[in-house]
């Protein structure tokens, strides 16, 4: 099976920055798209930005200039640099990975992980 574990969130004030990490950890083959979501209260999870495995970056219009996300094939780990925070940006912060795992022995699965889920609060 395939865990994601996010971190990096927090309280800052308007203007503020923050960088959020996923690592993606277990029988990994390979992951394809990685992204980001956030979910505020009372309102739908929304995508914040996605980056396949190529490089190519897809971003939500609200975010588009302020956001950043990059990943390391490396280390399975991806990375959401926010700048210019405003309080609409308020919300839970999910990490999301579509994952081919498993082995040759006893095959391969290709399924659609989440983490946890991170705090990010921007306020005065």
């Known amino acids: 099976q395939v865990q994601l574990v996010e971190s990096g969130g927090g309280v800052v004030q308007p203007g503020g920055s923050l960088r959020l990490s996923c690592a993606a950890s277990g029988s990994i083959f390979s992951i394809n798209a990685m992204g980001w979501y956030r979910q505020a209260p009372g309102k739908q999870r929304e995508l914040v930005a996605a980056?396949?495995?190529?490089?190519?970056?897809n971003y939500a219009a609200s975010v588009k200039g302020r956001f950043t996300i990059s990943r390391d094939n490396a280390k399975n780990t991806v990375y959401l640099q926010m700048n210019s925070l405003k309080p609409e940006d308020t919300a839970v912060y999910y990490c999301?990975?579509?994952?081919?795992?498993?082995?040759?022995?006893?095959?391969?699965?290709?399924?659609?992980?989440w983490g946890q889920g991170t705090q990010v609060t921007v306020s005065s």
């Open positions: 980056i396949t495995s190529g490089g190519s970056t």
């Open positions: 999301n990975a579509d994952v081919v795992w498993g082995d040759s022995l006893f095959g391969r699965k290709r399924d659609d992980y």
